[in-house]
């Protein structure tokens, strides 16, 4: 049995969308891909292999800090969703240099919240290559998922989806 996969992330209209699509392209994803905002529990509940995508200005609202409205609106559903038998897999769009400080922090607080729902995380990714402080992406001294620097490393970026995605479907 094929098992569906399904990208959802916010915000919409800048980096992480483009990073969705193009992680929905090399994992050979045509139609699967939604903007988090304008999607139900039923609609995520009926994949069985979830990739979130989320940017680091995510976690400054998560932190009551600032006003990102596409998690906002989703994220207080994120516990009606069913980890059991899923795999999950999280991407995060941020900027290392001037956000050194919390590099990609809301995949790592998004991927956190569903590690303590006992959730199977797939796509951990290594360190080496990026410039940053600290992160609350970090496990075991990887990214919980991809960290895209799209602001002063877009050249990578491409490289780095396709290996990601490469190991994504090694985990399927």
């Not at 959802?8 to 994803?29: D, H, Q, W």
């Not at 006992?118 to 496990?139: C, M, N, R």
């Not at 895209?148 to 990601?164: G, H, L, N, Q, S």
Request: glycine share 10%; hydrophobic share 35%.
């Amino acid at each position: 049995m094929k098992k569906r996969i399904g990208i959802f992330y916010g915000p919409t209209g800048g980096s992480t969308e483009r990073v969705a699509k193009m992680i929905a392209n090399e994992l050979g994803i045509t139609e699967d891909v939604y903007p988090i905002k304008n999607v139900s529990i039923t609609q995520i509940n009926h994949y069985d292999i979830i990739i979130f995508g989320c940017s680091t200005l995510g976690s400054e609202t998560w932190n009551g800090k600032s006003s990102q409205s596409d998690w906002d609106i989703f994220r207080p559903e994120l516990g009606k969703i069913n980890t059991q038998g899923k795999l999950f897999a999280f991407f995060g769009t941020g900027d290392s240099v001037t956000y050194s400080r919390n590099f990609v922090n809301a995949m790592g607080i998004l991927a956190k919240e569903f590690m303590a729902k006992g959730a199977k995380v797939i796509g951990q990714w290594p360190t080496e290559g990026y410039t940053f402080s600290d992160s609350e992406a970090l496990i075991n001294d990887k990214f919980i998922g991809l960290a895209i620097d799209e602001e002063f490393e877009a050249y990578k970026t491409p490289d780095r989806v396709k290996k990601w995605a490469e190991l994504i479907k090694k985990s399927i």
